[in-house]
């Protein structure tokens, strides 16, 4: 399991990888085409751009991670509740016996 784990991360960092190549490389091209040249403020903004889907793309991740961490949270309490709650029909199955004898009786 552990292996099987460890090659479907490699996978995801080297599709983000290639992912934000592409971007770099785009933004790269933009720039080219906008300015004739590259100048030391173009370089900048371009490191800047990359920078920012680098981050945008982080957190993506990191939602994600957090979503599937509340699921897991939920089904394992959601487990814990199934069986109080056959405890509790259980219970309830019991006391309708001796319920209607405290109905049957007038307390009016």
């Known amino acids: 399991m552990g ?3 460890n090659k479907v991360q490699k996978r995801r960092r080297r599709k ?3 992912k934000r190549r592409r971007e770099q490389t785009k933004s790269n ?3 080219k085409k906008s300015s004739g040249s590259k ?3 173009a370089k900048k903004a371009a490191k800047k751009a990359a920078k ?3 981050k945008k793309t982080a ?3 990191v939602k994600k991670t957090a979503k599937k961490a509340a699921k897991k949270a939920a089904k394992k309490a959601a487990k814990k509740v199934a ?3 056959t405890e509790e029909k259980s219970a309830e199955s019991a006391a309708p016996e001796a319920a209607p004898e405290s109905k049957d009786s007038p307390a009016e």
Do not use: R, W
């Open 59 to 61: 957190k993506k991740a």
């Open 16 to 18: 983000q990888y290639f």
């Open 3 to 5: 292996k099987q784990y």
């Open 83 to 85: 069986p109080e709650t």
């Open 29 to 31: 091209i933009a720039l």
């Open 52 to 54: 920012k889907a680098a």
């Open 39 to 41: 100048s030391g403020s």
